[in-house]
Nanobody, 126 residues
Framework: QVRLVESGGGLVQPGGSLKLACAASGFALDEYAIGWFRQAPGKEREGVLC????????YYGDSVKGRFALSRDNAKNTVYLQMDALNTEDTAVYYC???????????????????WGQGTQVTVSS
């Protein structure tokens, strides 16, 4: 059974950093495409950072380029989203997602992914 669990969200001041974790069970995370998404109140869920099944291609949302990065710990079957230089517009619920299908060039759209975590709240505020 595929399961994804996000953690690491919280309250941070503008300019600060957070590192989110997405722990997987039921499959080997390093063999599958992974996407990080976020959804702010009243807005649609948007792709933040998505990596291909072979980890060779990464999509970055325009608003997070140069500030967000993904890393993996295969031993823990976990991926991380490092978020730096946070601003109030980064406030949202953050989700990780994966898919059973091979993704070589991620478009980082919601319909590209089959399995979702429950989300973790990130609030950027002074």
């Amino acid at each position: 059974q595929v399961r994804l669990v996000e953690s690491g969200g919280g309250l941070v001041q503008p300019g600060g950093s957070l590192k989110l974790a997405c722990a997987a069970s039921g499959f080997a995370l390093d063999e599958y495409a992974i996407g990080w998404f976020r959804q702010a109140p009243g807005k649609e869920r948007e792709g933040v950072l998505c990596i291909s099944s072979n980890s060779r291609n990464t999509y970055y949302g325009d608003s997070v380029k140069g500030r967000f990065a993904l890393s993996r710990d295969n031993a823990k079957n976990t991926v991380y989203l490092q978020m730096d230089a946070l601003n109030t517009e980064d406030t949202a619920v953050y989700y990780c997602a994966t898919t059973q299908f091979i993704v070589l060039t991620p478009a980082c759209t919601v319909d590209e992914y089959d399995y979702w975590g429950q989300g973790t709240q990130v609030t950027v505020s002074s």
